[in-house]
């Protein structure tokens, strides 16, 4: 069962966002540099919608 369907379930109202980064863009030595860099970069985008509640889902394939 998908996460957006327990929470609608569950009664949660809320929005998907998806930060619109350009993670071409993002150039870093090292793996975990890089996996940081895109991580901060997402945190900071998506926090100007909301600074109180940040609730991400990372995922990152090496």
Same mark, same amino acid.
């Given at each position: 069962?998908? $996460?957006?369907? #327990?929470?609608?379930?569950?009664g949660?109202? !809320?929005? !998907?966002?998806?930060?619109? #980064?350009?993670?071409?863009?993002? $150039?870093?030595?090292?793996?975990?540099?890089?996996?940081?860099?895109?991580?901060?970069?997402?945190?900071?985008?998506?926090?100007s !919608?909301?600074?109180?509640?940040?609730?991400?889902?990372? $995922?990152?394939?090496?």
């Amino acid at each position: 069962m998908a $996460r957006r369907q #327990i929470l609608a379930e569950m009664g949660y109202e !809320f929005t !998907f966002l998806t930060a619109d #980064i350009d993670e071409k863009s993002v $150039r870093k030595e090292k793996a975990e540099e890089l996996v940081m860099a895109l991580a901060e970069a997402k945190e900071c985008f998506m926090s100007s !919608f909301n600074p109180l509640l940040i609730c991400c889902m990372l $995922r990152v394939i090496l």
